[in-house]
């Protein structure tokens, strides 16, 4: 619901809607470039703040758990490969 949040912030010209016969070329696409950029603006914001941020290594998630229950496989193999992989 964030992104809906910050999109029902978001103004569109009413003479972008009604066909805008009496604005000339240049206001409709700055209008339209303002609409767009604002768009742009508010769902990139909206990332943000639900999207959850990497840390600074390769694998965020990776945990104490993890790298003794790597350690463990790594141990299982290595007896299963001396005993020539039976």
């Given at each position: 619901?964030?992104?809906h949040d910050f999109l029902s912030a978001v103004s569109v010209q009413t003479y972008l809607l009604s066909g805008a016969a009496d604005h000339c070329k240049g206001d409709i696409l700055e209008?339209?470039?303002k609409f767009y950029s604002e768009i742009v603006h508010v769902l990139?914001?909206?990332a943000c703040v639900t999207i959850p941020q990497k840390c600074n290594f390769y694998k965020y998630w990776w945990n104490e758990e993890l790298s003794q229950?790597?350690?463990k496989a790594i141990e299982s193999f290595n007896l299963w490969a001396a005993l020539d992989k039976p």
């Open positions: 619901m964030v992104s209008g339209v470039n990139y914001n909206a229950l790597k350690g």
